[in-house]
Structures are given as C-alpha cells and as structure tokens.
C-alpha cells in the first residue's frame, strides 16, 4: 500500500506565500518523477510543476518565477513554494508521484488526496 499525502493548503491573500508539502509512505523501493497539478471549479486537472529523480524541472508558464518545486528523495517528499499568489492560482493542489514498490515491479503513478488553496482578493 503507498500513500501520498499533502498538507500546507490555506486561505491567504493575494501576494502572499504557501508551502505545500506531500509525503509519500508504504512499500516503496524507488520514486522516478514527482509532481504537482491544480484543479479551480470548473476547470480540468492542470499540470503545475514536476521534477525528476535527479532534480530537472518543469513548471506551467502561469507558474515560472512565483513557484518553486524541490524534492527530498531520502524523505519520499516533495515540495511547492509559491510565493507572489494570485486569486486565479485559487484551487485544489494535488501531488503525484511515479514510484514502484519492488525492483521487479514496473512504475505505477500514484495521487494524493488534494489540498485547498484559496487566495483572496
């Protein structure tokens, strides 16, 4: 059984900064790319930010320069500073992890169960 599990959502105002945390546990033998999406009311799931084993990135132009994604592979966690926060970053922040329990086992990919994040006006 793996578990990902976020945590740091919160209201805050605008230009204000949150961190967002999500910890993975249960049988894991290795985690390839870890990653955060976003879901406002309405709207599909988006990608937010990923990073990779080794530590490259990607982050969603609506995103590049405000947040910050960074991992801890010895923890099973990954992280999104964001700072400078707008009302349209308002939304549910999910974080993802590809990772397999076993050497013999292939790569299944994995989703927390969400965290608020409502920035106000």
């Known amino acids: 059984q793996v578990q990902l599990v976020e945590s740091g959502g919160a209201l805050v105002q605008a230009g204000g900064s949150l961190r967002l945390s999500c910890a993975a546990s249960g049988t894991i033998f290795s985690i390839n790319a870890m990653g955060w999406y976003r879901q406002a009311p309405g709207k599909p799931r988006e990608l937010v930010a990923t990073?990779?084993?080794?530590?490259?990135?990607n982050y969603a132009d609506s995103v590049k320069g405000r947040f910050t994604i960074s991992r801890d592979n010895a923890k099973n966690t990954v992280y999104l500073q964001m700072n400078s926060l707008k009302p349209e970053d308002t939304a549910v922040y999910y974080c993802?992890?590809?990772?397999?329990?076993?050497?013999?086992?292939?790569?299944?990919?994995?989703w927390g169960q969400g965290t608020q994040v409502t920035v106000s006006s």
């Open positions: 990073i990779t084993r080794s530590g490259s990135t």
């Open positions: 993802n992890a590809e990772l397999t329990g076993h050497w013999y086992s292939p790569f299944s990919t994995y």
